[in-house]
């Protein structure tokens, strides 16, 4: 099996060149491939199926022992042409890099969640091409935003197998030197505008020559705008006015245009970057979802409506893949069972997902909270190295409509001490203010669970349901629920919900992380944070849950733990070969049993 999808579809040509399948390969526990020069070497001794990880079934070598240095190598034919530019991409390397071709150094990349390309053009021979990667997977550097992976040979507790190397896919592109190099679409909801961001390739002769920039803007294959713009810089900004569409100007607001969870509308672009010959250059198809998010009375809106979110925490592993989905048809899946469950979105947790799966988000609608890898330490280097990969995701998954909030930490994951310490929670503040800074279109959680500083949405995580005999326990959880003032001062564990000199600005609060009933329906063996036996006593409990939290006067959403079982954790609503562990239809009907239709009730309350 190789994954064989386009892996930008935000950013389609349709012409590239897919890398996946066999590779060369090799462990270097002793870190000697530089003496034995690796990267001149005809060959390499394994092989394996990329973009899996040495550590997963699908690589073909499913060795879950620790090899921090380990090599890559793959011949390829591929033409060499002198008028274009050859680009090769990394939808993923976890952690640092270092790239060849043809036994010469590229580049290097630092950071296991983010794309990254180098131009290989100079470096190209006639005929064959090779290609080798060097890949450090520190597994003793705590500074490292690792999340999930567990740093020994075993999993256990929350702890996942480590991932170590090429997780995503690798491609390559041969282009004109003069092409598009990214686009931002930036929705301005309330006064029907979308704005263009569009960056060109830095040739010298964009001003001595003329060239333009076609766009076409389609909504179900009707054009709502087309233009051609003269080009005299490399950066191209252009605001576009879609309510002059004589489709949108009277209603453009009421009938249904906007993208949400129930109708995920999405507008296609086409670029052409032209010269004036009228000879194509380049051409682009993308899509952006015309959204607006942001929050106020205590209640997240999307669209200039109360928006009520029932997300599930996704933590994006498969058995055969770890981190990498078997195909993107699994990512598909996901989303559909979560839907089917009755949820309107998820909080991807610790782990920056791949765009194949924002895409689907997108299309099939369905929220995001956007998330990265947690470091276990804080450092001023574990603080760089956060913040570098936040700006690489910003910058890569920009423009999906299905992403609504960015959640730079979590429980306090890497800011241990963030309760008091002054240096930890300005750090917070900093993650929290910089992704607004690059990025106004989003809410931001300065850290999700307790301890919060500065933040768009106070997101407390409570555990503590007891299981079905527990009476006692159960009560103070529903009465923790209960209102605000229970919410933000009854003890939800061993934090406080805000930090040292912080605390609530009326924000919206949510639960975004309980329940985790663990059920074991085959052999193996695992943990929930309470448990049951059979599939009746799931329901009951799973019934018994939402309760609590739908009788709240406080909250505004929760994200339900969790939708698989992952490893050694059975608190997946699903296994984690992705089947039912009940009928999905009576969990659909228990999560729609207030909401939408509580939803008159709780806005009269929040007026009252």
Aim: proline share 3%; aromatic share 14%; hydrophobic share 35%.
């Amino acid at each position: 099996m190789s994954r064989a999808e386009y892996p930008r579809p935000q950013f389609v040509r349709s012409e590239w060149i897919n890398l996946n399948g066999k590779w060369q390969f090799e462990f270097d526990d002793k870190n000697e491939g530089w003496k034995e020069k690796y990267a001149n070497q005809e060959k390499l001794t394994r092989e394996i199926n990329v973009p899996f990880v040495y550590q997963s079934e699908l690589s073909g070598i499913n060795d879950r022992t620790i090899h921090e240095y380990i090599w890559y190598k793959k011949e390829i034919e591929l033409d060499h042409p002198h008028d274009k530019e050859t680009l090769l991409h990394f939808g993923a390397v976890d952690y640092y890099c270092k790239v060849y071709v043809n036994g010469q150094f590229v580049g290097e990349h630092e950071g296991g969640h983010t794309s990254f390309h180098f131009n290989i053009s100079d470096k190209l021979v006639k005929g064959k091409q090779t290609i080798t990667v060097f890949v450090h997977d520190p597994f003793d550097d705590e500074t490292i935003p690792r999340g999930k992976q567990f740093w020994e040979k075993e999993s256990r507790g929350i702890w996942y197998t480590n991932s170590t190397g090429i997780w995503q896919t690798v491609w390559i592109e041969q282009l004109d030197k003069e092409h598009i190099e990214s686009v931002k679409f930036t929705s301005d909801f309330d006064h029907g505008m979308v704005s263009i961001d569009l960056l060109i390739s830095d040739f010298t002769n964009l001003i001595e020559e003329n060239r333009f920039l076609n766009y076409t803007i389609s909504y179900k294959d009707i054009i709502i705008a087309e233009d051609q713009i003269k080009l005299n810089s490399h950066n191209v900004k252009r605001a576009i006015d879609i309510m002059q569409n004589k489709i949108f100007r009277s209603n453009f607001h009421d009938a249904g245009f906007a993208w949400t969870p129930e109708n995920p509308n999405l507008f296609d672009v086409k670029l052409e970057l032209v010269n004036d010959a009228g000879h194509v250059l380049d051409t682009i198809k993308s899509y952006f979802g015309y959204r607006k998010v942001h929050s106020e009375n205590g209640m997240v809106f999307l669209n200039n409506k109360p928006y009520y979110q029932k997300l599930v925490l996704d933590q994006g592993y498969w058995p055969e893949g770890l981190l990498t989905a078997p195909s993107a048809s699994d990512f598909k899946r996901d989303i559909e069972l979560a839907k089917e469950i009755g949820f309107n979105g998820c909080r991807k947790h610790q782990k920056t997902e791949d765009p194949l799966f924002l895409y689907y988000a997108d299309t099939l609608g369905f929220l995001v909270w956007g998330e990265c890898a947690s470091a276990p330490v804080y450092t001023e280097k574990a603080a760089t190295r956060l913040m570098k990969e936040w700006v690489e995701i910003v910058e890569r998954d920009y423009n999906h409509p299905s992403i609504v909030t960015w959640v730079p930490l979590n429980e306090s994951w890497g800011v241990p001490n963030i309760h008091a310490d002054k240096k930890q929670q300005q750090f917070s503040k900093t993650m929290y203010h910089m992704l607004h800074a690059i990025d106004g279109t989003r809410l931001v959680i300065s850290n999700d669970g307790w301890e919060a500083t500065t933040t768009d949405i106070c997101a407390i995580h409570n555990y503590n349901h007891g299981n079905h005999d527990e009476k006692d326990k159960y009560r103070y959880f529903k009465e923790a629920l209960s209102s605000v003032e229970n919410l933000l001062s009854y003890a939800h564990g061993k934090w406080q919900v805000y930090a040292n000199g912080y605390s609530h600005q009326g924000e919206p609060i949510m639960l975004t992380e309980f329940g985790g009933i663990g059920f074991k329906v085959d052999d193996q063996k695992g943990w929930g944070y309470t448990s049951v036996e059979t599939v009746e006593e799931y329901i009951r409990d799973y019934r018994r849950i939402m309760e609590a939290i739908y009788q709240s006067k406080g909250l505004w959403g929760y994200c339900y733990t969790q939708l698989t079982d992952v490893e050694q954790e059975i608190n997946g609503i699903l296994t984690y070969n992705r089947k039912p562990k009940c009928d999905l239809s009576i969990l659909r009907e228990i999560n729609n049993q207030f909401y939408p239709n509580r939803l008159p009730v709780v806005l009269k309350q929040r007026k009252d």
